[in-house]
């Protein structure tokens, strides 16, 4: 296996990721930030965020599928959330269950959630990056 994930003892147990990945595969995988557009450039879920969560991971799926891994590979994952506040946090992991339970995958490697003002456009609500090691 390419990444292997820990829990420190000296850091907090978060229960939905780990806070640590080794990662020991040959060939890294640096994606752009993903947003809720289809294949055509279409906005997904406008106004609903757990939509444009869940076409977010549907595109980090894609991303990694096509660079020959999958989720199991993921080092590192990055959300951005535009005026963000803990209240968001169901809808945000809403989107992420439902597009991993249609990818059939668990996530687990550590992630960061950033609170953003704005993205390239004022219709998107989240962005999700993901650095990738693949043996």
Known sequence: MTI???????LPKVGF????????????????????????????????????????????GAAL?????SFDNVAKLTTFVTDWSMD????VTEGRDRALAKLGVTLRAPGTLIGAAALYSPD?????????VID
Request: proline share 1%; glycine share 10%.
């Open 124 to 132: 998107l609500l989240v962005e999700v990056e993901a650095i990738a």
């Open 17 to 60: 990721f780990r806070q640590v990945s080794i990662a020991t595969g040959s060939k890294l995988v640096f994606m752009a930030g993903q947003v809720a557009w289809d294949a055509d450039g279409n906005l997904v879920g406008e106004g609903d965020l757990a939509a444009q969560v869940e076409q977010c991971f549907l595109n980090v």
């Open 4 to 10: 292997s994930l820990i829990d420190p003892e000296e």
């Open 65 to 69: 599928a096509e660079a020959g891994g």
């Open 88 to 91: 968001k946090m169901k809808l």
